[in-house]
C-alpha cells in the first residue's frame, strides 16, 4: 500500500520523488529534461509554484506549494505521466546502454503489485513534508541545494544546472 499523507492546498511542502529500487535513471540529460519540461507544465497549468529543486540521478527534491488544490493529487498525475514519458524515451534512446537492464527492473518492480501491469517507475511515497517556520525553510533549501555536493557531483551548489542554485537552471523558480 502507498503511504498517504494528506497535504492541504496553499500550504508549503518538502517532497522528495524517488525512483524505484533507487534507480539511477537521471544520468541523461534527456530524461531530466521530461522531468524539466512536465513540472514547468504544472507551473503553467496546475498551480503549482516551486520555490527550490535539484534532479539527482534517482531522485529529486522540490519545495512547492498547490494554489487551491490538493498537491497530491497533482504529483501523483505528475509521476504517472512522467513515467510513461522517461520510459518511453529510455526504449527509444539508442544510445542507451543499460536500456535492457532498466526495462527488466522496472517490470520487475511493477510484478510486485498489480496496479501496474508493465513498468513501475516511481516509488509510492512523496513525503510530503510542511514547512511551517522560516528556519525550517532554510534548511530544507540548503540541504537541496547541497545534496550535488554531498553526492560529489559539483563543488559548489550553483554549478549544478538542475538545481534552483543555478542561475541558469532551466526550471524557473519563485525567489524567497
Not at 56 to 74: A, Q, V
Not at 150 to 172: D, M
Request: proline share 3%; hydrophobic share 40%.
Amino acid at each position: 500500500m502507498s503511504e498517504f499523507r494528506i497535504t492541504t492546498p496553499d500550504e508549503l511542502y518538502f517532497v522528495t520523488l524517488t525512483t524505484v529500487g533507487w534507480v539511477d535513471v537521471f544520468t541523461w540529460i534527456d530524461y531530466k529534461n521530461i522531468l524539466v519540461e512536465n513540472l514547468a507544465y504544472c507551473q503553467l497549468n496546475e498551480n503549482l509554484e516551486i520555490y527550490s529543486y535539484v534532479i539527482m540521478s534517482n531522485h529529486i527534491h522540490i519545495i512547492c506549494r498547490r494554489l487551491d488544490k490538493d498537491l497530491n493529487e497533482l504529483l501523483g498525475r505528475f509521476k504517472s505521466y512522467s513515467a510513461k514519458q522517461i520510459i518511453k524515451a529510455i526504449e527509444n534512446n539508442p544510445q542507451e546502454s543499460r536500456k535492457e537492464w532498466l526495462l527488466y527492473l522496472f517490470n520487475y518492480f511493477a510484478k510486485a503489485n498489480k496496479q501496474y501491469s508493465k513498468n513501475h517507475f516511481w516509488q509510492y511515497t512523496t513525503h510530503p513534508v510542511l514547512l511551517y517556520s522560516n528556519d525550517v525553510i532554510k534548511q530544507k533549501i540548503d540541504y537541496i541545494h547541497n545534496n550535488p555536493v554531498r553526492a560529489g557531483l559539483v563543488n559548489e551548489p550553483e554549478n549544478y544546472i538542475y538545481s534552483s542554485a543555478n542561475i541558469y537552471s532551466p526550471l524557473k523558480v519563485i525567489q524567497f
